[in-house]
């Protein structure tokens, strides 16, 4: 059984930093080949994508959080992080990670990491 769980979340300032995590298991499971990404989601509206990396390496970000968020991801230890630099109270959300692979579109969901930006 495939499991994701994000790490790292918590209450910042505004203009403070956030690193998360999301750190996959399961019995012979690598995120090697599976593309990731992070969505956030508030209450009554929609998920939505905040940053992406391919299998490939290559990283997507909403328009929202360019040049302040970055992800990356580290297939030797099976976990992607998203550092978070800059945060405004917009940011505060729960954030979800998610791992799809593009040939079979199998895609894993973790739990989500609540960030809160106030003062």
């Known amino acids: 059984q495939v499991q994701l769980v994000e790490s790292g979340g918590g209450l910042v300032q505004p203009g403070g930093s956030l690193r998360l995590s999301c750190a996959a298991s399961?019995?012979?499971?690598?995120?090697?080949?599976?593309?990731m990404s992070w969505y956030r989601q508030t209450p009554g509206k929609e998920r939505e994508l905040v940053a992406a990396?391919?299998?490939?390496?290559?990283?997507t970000y909403a328009d929202s959080v360019k040049g302040r968020f970055t992800i990356s991801r580290d297939n030797a230890k099976s976990t992607v992080y998203l550092q978070m630099n800059s945060l405004k109270p917009d940011d505060t959300a729960v954030y979800y990670c998610k791992a799809r692979r593009a040939d079979t579109a199998l895609t894993f969901w973790g739990q989500g990491t609540q960030v809160t930006v106030s003062s």
């Open positions: 399961g019995l012979y499971f690598s995120i090697s080949p599976y593309g």
């Open positions: 990396v391919s299998a490939g390496g290559v990283t």
